[in-house]
């Protein structure tokens, strides 16, 4: 499983809305628009559970909202970058997040998951690559960073 394979370039965009929460539900809307979910509230439920239990702002301007749900078949993704910054997101290192990347997978696929986990992380972890996705025009520049 590929970044590529869950990414759709329609569910790439640049956040209008500046909280947590916000930034969310408007991801979430996203994959309801794209066709990728269908039942938005329980999913945006699920979501803002767990970043109850814990913030998934890992740090470097980066949150990476995620759950495992028996609501999809495939894992499925969305990115939004927040110009502004979203500084109420509880990341790590106190600093505002910059990138959302929302990853939402299937009950079982839990190998898929940690795959799609670590491969956002590792790209963009890379040097500079925050200030590229924050510094970029279009959502398909941002797509053809994370497609490849």
């Not at 408007?26 to 990728?36: I, R």
């Not at 894992?75 to 509880?90: F, H, L, Q, R, T």
């Not at 799609?116 to 200030?131: C, D, F, H, R, Y």
């Amino acid at each position: 499983m590929e970044i590529k394979d869950s990414l759709n370039r329609k569910c790439v965009c640049f956040l209008t809305r500046n909280t947590k929460t916000e930034a969310i539900s408007q991801l979430v809307d996203l994959l309801k628009t794209c066709g990728k979910i269908d039942d938005v509230e329980s999913i945006k439920e699920k979501l803002l559970y767990r970043e109850k239990l814990m913030s998934t702002g890992i740090g470097l301007g980066l949150g990476i909202p995620h759950i495992r749900t028996e609501m999809v078949t495939e894992p499925v993704m969305a990115v939004g970058i927040c110009k502004e910054g979203i500084s109420d997101y509880d990341s790590i290192d106190n600093k505002p997040v910059w990138v959302v990347l929302l990853i939402i997978a299937g009950k079982d696929q839990h190998r898929q998951y940690i795959k799609l986990m670590s491969q956002a992380v590792t790209l963009l972890k890379e040097p500079g690559m925050i200030e590229t996705l924050k510094n970029s025009t279009t959502s398909e520049e941002i797509y053809k960073i994370f497609a490849g």
